[in-house]
């Protein structure tokens, strides 16, 4: 299996894509001012760290998978919005209540097409042992 894990973007652009196919790719995103990105996974698993993170106004994930799995892990005071197409598919959203914001002018937008995939929203990603 392709791993890419520890791999830090703080670039000027503000954005990122990766491709992930029967891999995984493990991201921590920088960027005070983050702008979107897109993920492709075919048989594979994206983990995107934003806790360090920061976006004005509005950012747009683009997220195209069949059979694969995003993990999101985003700040507590990002709004997260789905406008994504799913088949046989989910976003799960497993943040505590206490900390969602409804009224946060900081906004992901998810968007893109997930067949048989998982999209998962966490406050932290889980240490590997």
Same mark, same amino acid.
């Given at each position: 299996?392709?791993?890419?894990?520890?791999?830090?973007?703080?670039?000027? /652009?503000?954005?990122?894509?990766?491709?992930?196919?029967?891999?995984?790719?493990?991201?921590?995103?920088?960027?005070? /001012?983050?702008?979107? *990105?897109?993920?492709?996974? =075919?048989? *594979?698993?994206?983990? $995107?760290? +934003?806790? &360090?993170?920061?976006?004005?106004?509005?950012?747009?994930? /683009?997220?195209?998978?069949? +059979?694969?799995?995003?993990?999101?892990?985003?700040?507590? /005071?990002?709004? @997260?919005?789905?406008?994504?197409? &799913?088949? $046989?598919?989910? @976003?799960?959203?497993?943040?505590?209540?206490?900390?969602?914001?409804?009224?946060?002018?900081?906004? $992901?937008?998810?968007? *893109? $097409?997930? =067949? +048989? *995939?998982? @999209?998962?929203? =966490?406050?932290?990603?889980?240490?590997?042992?």
């Amino acid at each position: 299996m392709n791993i890419l894990s520890g791999t830090a973007i703080q670039n000027a /652009d503000s954005s990122f894509n990766t491709t992930t196919i029967f891999g995984e790719i493990k991201r921590t995103i920088l960027s005070k /001012d983050f702008k979107g *990105g897109s993920v492709k996974n =075919v048989f *594979g698993s994206t983990e $995107l760290d +934003f806790t &360090h993170a920061d976006i004005i106004g509005t950012a747009i994930l /683009d997220i195209s998978q069949a +059979f694969g799995q995003v993990t999101i892990a985003i700040p507590i /005071d990002w709004r @997260v919005e789905s406008d994504t197409t &799913h088949i $046989l598919s989910e @976003v799960e959203d497993d943040r505590s209540y206490l900390v969602r914001k409804n009224r946060s002018s900081k906004v $992901l937008v998810l968007k *893109g $097409l997930s =067949v +048989f *995939g998982a @999209v998962e929203i =966490v406050n932290e990603l889980e240490e590997d042992d």
